[in-house]
């Protein structure tokens, strides 16, 4: 098998643009890898929407895994390998990539598949979980199974058959407190070994979910957002906020909505930790085709990969975009080549997917995230926080460029004292601090753009 080979690609082409975005400029990684493998061999079987690979971040080690098939013919039993990088681009990968799925001939004896894909993954410190689909070739369904394991390879399945058109619903993450499937019949979460912990109906089914903070985030079929503690499967007090679209991205007192209009457009809604729409976006790529994924990265900022299909939906060329964390659209910059899937860390951009429709090539890329980033892209992205008078007796008076969802008072050894989320007292930039202690203090706010803090002597 074919070990992937490094270069630079460097060249920089300005194309026209009628919309009301940037102009569109060509895509240019820091770094490339390539197979001559990995996509689907036959016109007409492309998972939809054209994925058959998957890119992740462990956010624990840092490190960039790439899953791809391994394709070794129509109908045949294809298996799933990881590939593994470090953010410069150097392969990490043994010299025979562990297997972190197959196709389940024990579920299924006797029934030839196609159309195999890694829908959706998700790593976090070492383990992994994965949701794979692939056609029945004499029904025409879809079958769907998740793997799960350690990058080492494959430990465990959960096996489900769909109808066609598709797995669209089948998600899965994970977190340090376990697993989640979710599908159109409701969430499983898993503990760290693979055993059910934990089942919920969900009601009218599930579009996305998502791990943070030990928190099982998932949007329902309905638009309504539901919020599950991991260790216990007990729903927690929901968030009255209606989001519209295919994909929930949650951050730290933050969440959006990505939703693909099907036209050659897509609309971003952020929302703050209580439900409330900060702002709503609206990004023309100006083409037929089909979003295809969507990350946010550590900055608030929503990035989303599109790729342009031909009349039959086979894939083309690929578009990505980026939405600032004040709601500014950024892009869209092309790339010869379709975009199955995105991933990101602090520093870049991590994107798979097709190199061109004739063949069964497969790419990765690493793209510096600074391409979305203008002047005054900058000065929106640093968030001020003041306070005074410092030293102060009985009030505090605070100004942020930040929408200030809380503000918390921290004493000498890090424990909170005193909190404050009223909108109305936060918008009044002043606290009343007469029933505090004297005393150094730290005064932490927190804000869609993340957290800022100051000192503060109490006299």
């Keep these: 098998m074919n070990r992937s080979v490094a270069f630079i690609v460097a060249a920089v082409m300005l194309l026209a643009d009628a919309s009301g975005l940037q102009a569109q400029t060509a895509l240019t990684p820091a770094w490339v890898h390539q197979w001559n493998f990995g996509q689907d061999p036959l016109p007409g079987l492309y998972a939809p929407p054209s994925k058959d690979n998957h890119v992740m971040v462990d956010p624990v080690t840092g490190l960039?895994?790439?899953?791809?098939s391994d394709e070794p013919g129509a109908f045949s039993i294809w298996n799933e390998l990881l590939y593994t990088f470090d953010p410069q681009g150097t392969d990490l990968t043994p010299v025979q990539p562990p297997v972190v799925g197959n196709v389940p001939e024990a579920?299924?004896?006797?029934?030839?598949?196609?159309?195999h894909a890694t829908f959706e993954s998700d790593v976090y410190d070492g383990s992994f979980i994965a949701a794979h689909a692939f056609?029945?070739?004499?029904?025409?369904?879809?079958?769907?199974?998740?793997?799960?394991?350690?990058?080492?390879?494959?430990?465990?399945?959960?096996?489900?058959?769909?109808?066609?058109?598709?797995?669209?619903?089948f998600q899965v993450t994970l977190g340090d407190g376990g697993y989640v499937l979710s599908s159109s019949t409701g969430l499983v979460g898993l503990n760290p070994e693979g055993w059910p912990i934990w089942r919920d109906p969900a009601g009218p089914g599930v579009q996305d979910v998502h791990m943070q903070d030990g928190t099982a985030?998932?949007?329902?079929?309905?638009?309504?957002?539901?919020?599950?503690?991991?260790?216990?499967?007990?729903?927690?007090?929901?968030?009255?906020?209606?989001v519209t679209g295919q994909r929930l991205l949650v951050g730290q007192d933050q969440f959006f909505?990505?939703?693909?209009?099907?036209?050659?457009?897509?609309?971003?809604?952020?929302?703050?930790?209580?439900?409330?729409?900060?702002?709503?976006?609206?990004?023309?790529?100006?083409?037929?085709?089909?979003?295809?994924?969507?990350?946010?990265?550590?900055?608030?900022?929503?990035?989303?990969?599109?790729?342009?299909?031909?009349?039959?939906?086979?894939?083309?060329?690929?578009?990505?975009?980026g939405i600032g964390a004040d709601g500014t659209a950024h892009g869209p910059w092309t790339y010869g080549a379709s975009m199955n899937s995105i991933a990101c860390d602090a520093g870049q951009l991590y994107i798979t997917g097709r190199v061109?429709?004739?063949?069964?090539?497969?790419?990765?890329?690493?793209?510096d995230m600074g391409i979305a980033m203008t002047t005054a892209d900058e000065e929106v992205s640093k968030t001020t926080f003041d306070v005074w008078p410092n030293p102060t007796r009985d009030e505090m008076h605070f100004l942020s460029n930040a929408n200030i969802q809380k503000i918390e008072l921290l004493d000498a050894s890090g424990r909170v004292v005193r909190?404050?989320?009223?909108?109305?007292r936060l918008a009044a930039g002043a606290l009343d601090l007469s029933c505090t202690a004297p005393g150094h203090y730290v005064v932490r706010a927190l804000s869609l753009r993340g957290v800022s803090t100051a000192s503060i002597l109490i006299q």
């Design 64 to 68: 960039v895994h790439c899953t791809i």
């Design 107 to 115: 579920y299924y004896p006797g029934i030839l598949f196609n159309g």
């Design 135 to 169: 056609t029945q070739v004499q029904t025409g369904n879809w079958a769907t199974y998740a793997s799960f394991g350690t990058i080492g390879g494959l430990h465990g399945m959960a096996s489900m058959e769909l109808p066609a058109p598709g797995p669209t619903a």
């Design 217 to 242: 985030w998932a949007l329902l079929a309905d638009g309504q957002v539901e919020r599950i503690d991991m260790a216990t499967g007990v729903v927690l007090p929901g968030i009255t906020a209606t």
């Design 257 to 321: 909505g990505v939703e693909d209009l099907y036209n050659g457009n897509a609309e971003v809604t952020g929302f703050d930790g209580q439900g409330n729409v900060v702002y709503n976006t609206n990004v023309a790529f100006g083409s037929n085709g089909t979003v295809t994924d969507a990350v946010l990265d550590n900055m608030g900022r929503v990035w989303i990969t599109f790729t342009e299909t031909d009349l039959n939906g086979a894939p083309i060329t690929g578009f990505l975009a």
């Design 356 to 367: 061109n429709i004739t063949d069964t090539d497969t790419y990765l890329i690493g793209v």
């Design 419 to 424: 909190s404050w989320s009223d909108k109305q």
